[in-house]
């Protein structure tokens, strides 16, 4: 789909875009008291807060609704910090646009819903309001492209992402597993549409946030959404993620922004390795090329004996030598096994081909 795109914010030069604020509205009290030491900070493009939260289960504090709006409505007056928060049905569009929010964003949850979106889109029609779409719960690509889409279709061209992480079954270190590839996949596809880090959802805690957000930077990401609360210890959701404003003020001195792209001279330097890498990656693949014809030749060799596909011995003996192998060179176990099960399920497919065929 062919689309012309603006920017939702246009950042200070030499700095990213900076969205921070609570995870949610709670008194009207925590929200200007977080927004006057956000100002202070002088850093701040958007201040964000909850003001409807899409909770697990009822009975967790579901948002102050619309009374909330009213106290953005007057962080903008006090402090001219510009205002976002949430929608997932049309009257929250409705209640956005008549208390002149400047940004809205549609969260995890709705973006993994195609009906509450185009609901969302229908009540957006008509307006210019810039908006945001978080990645959906899931790592479906799709749904979020589909978000996208159904936004623009509505009118919207002020359209961004929020990079959030996706929910993991199994055990690991953040709360939303970043999965990077997925998202530098969109900014592929998309290459127009800026894209924030959510850091604070994608850590569920306090002491990784720094580091993810220096990731995104490395990655040329426009900048970050950050969830900050003036006594985050007490905040009435994702306490565990949340920082103080001053906390925050630290977090940014020590970021450090990449250049999107080399000058003349530094890029020779990097077509010269990047040279080199094609070289290695013509050939890996002419490599595993031949590796999948002598599977095959295994594959052919089985047929005529009717023995199975897989031995399980075999296979875990290729894992854990090469797993050491690769350690050797420096690589990951992560990557090891991730690239050997690439690997060997292709040669599974090849011999299965064989197998079936000679049957
Ligand atoms: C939030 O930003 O507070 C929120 C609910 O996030 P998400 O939609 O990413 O879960
Ligand atoms: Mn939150």
Redesign the pocket.
């Known amino acids: 789909m062919e689309m012309k795109i603006d920017k939702v914010i246009e950042p200070t030069p030499g700095r990213g875009i900076v969205i921070a604020g609570p995870?949610s509205a709670e008194t009207e009290g925590q929200v200007m008291q977080c927004a006057k030491d956000l100002a202070k900070l002088n850093q701040v493009d958007l201040f964000r807060s909850?003001i409807w939260?899409?909770r697990t289960r009822p009975g967790s504090f579901e948002g102050v609704g619309k009374e909330g709006l009213q106290w953005l409505k007057r962080v903008k007056e006090e402090t001219g910090l510009k205002t976002t928060t949430?929608v997932a049905k049309a009257s929250h569009v409705y209640d956005c646009l008549k208390a002149g929010i400047d940004v809205v964003w549609l969260?995890?949850?709705t973006t993994v819903n195609p009906f509450s979106v185009q609901e969302v889109a229908d009540a957006l029609n008509g307006t210019d309001i810039p908006v945001m779409i978080?990645n959906p719960i899931n790592p479906d690509l799709g749904l979020w492209i589909g978000a996208v889409e159904r936004i623009y279709k509505a009118g919207i061209t002020k359209i961004g992402l929020i990079h959030?992480g996706f929910s993991y079954h199994g055990e690991t270190v953040y709360r939303n597993v970043p999965r990077w590839q997925m998202a530098i996949e969109m900014k592929r596809r998309f290459p127009e549409l800026q894209m924030v880090v959510?850091n604070s959802?994608i850590c569920g805690n306090r002491h990784m946030l720094a580091e993810v957000a220096q990731e995104a930077l490395n990655l040329n990401y426009d900048g970050l959404m950050t969830?900050v609360h003036p006594r985050p210890d007490e905040a009435w959701s994702?306490a565990a993620q949340q920082i103080t404003p001053a906390v925050f003020g630290e977090l940014l001195e020590g970021l450090r922004l990449r250049k999107p792209s080399a000058n003349e001279v530094e890029m020779e330097r990097l077509t010269e390795l990047r040279r080199q890498i094609d070289e290695i990656d013509s050939d890996l693949i002419g490599m595993i090329g031949r590796r999948m014809k002598l599977a095959d030749q295994i594959g052919h060799f089985k047929a005529e004996r009717n023995i199975a596909v897989l031995q399980e011995s075999r296979w875990d003996e290729v894992l854990k030598e090469a797993s050491q192998r690769g350690k050797d060179h420096g690589l990951s176990e992560e990557f090891m096994h991730g690239y050997l099960r690439a690997i060997h399920q292709e040669s599974i497919d090849h011999q299965d081909a064989i197998v079936n065929k000679a049957q």
């Open positions: 995870c909850g939260k899409p949430e969260g995890a949850r978080k959030r959510d959802h969830e994702d």
